[in-house]
């Protein structure tokens, strides 16, 4: 796999990418902060294919710009756990995502195996 594929996996159409890039370089430099801290973790835990990653990125962008432009406070953006809110955005746009897919299976595993627990 080359880098242009991998990039392509990765963060999808390049054209996407600038645009959302270029959203974000525009937002007032404490979203801005806020948007790369979110795009960083996102690009380390927020394991999901590229469609729905770029998707991901540009609604967070939307967010931003949207919060920036109502003075909306960033602590009323993204509560008091960023991590979690982060989670919760990635639990919603992963559909064919590994992690989803795994926490799916143990979930499912489990269940089977209380299901066939003998009862005592």
Same mark, same amino acid.
């Given at each position: ?7 392509? @996996?990765?963060? %999808?159409? @390049? ?5 959302? @890039? ?14 790369? %801290? ?5 690009? #380390? ?10 998707? +991901?990125?540009?609604?967070?962008? &939307? ?11 960033? #602590?009323?953006?993204?509560?008091? &756990?960023?991590?979690?809110?982060? &989670?919760? +955005?990635?639990?919603?746009?992963? @559909? ?12 499912? $595993?489990?269940?089977? $195996? ?7």
């Amino acid at each position: 796999m080359g880098i242009a594929d991998f990039s392509r @996996k990765i963060v %999808g159409d @390049k054209r996407r990418w600038r645009q959302y @890039k270029a959203r974000v370089r525009e937002l007032p430099e404490n979203y801005r902060i806020a948007v790369e %801290g979110i795009e960083r973790y996102l690009m #380390h835990f927020g394991v999901m294919d590229a469609d729905n990653a770029c998707s +991901l990125f540009e609604d967070v962008a &939307d967010l931003f710009e949207q919060a920036a432009a109502d003075g909306t406070p960033i #602590h009323e953006i993204v509560g008091s &756990d960023p991590v979690e809110f982060v &989670d919760a +955005l990635v639990r919603n746009y992963d @559909k064919g995502g590994y992690v989803s897919r795994e926490q799916q299976r143990l979930n499912d $595993a489990i269940a089977r $195996a209380i299901q066939q627990s003998p009862t005592p």
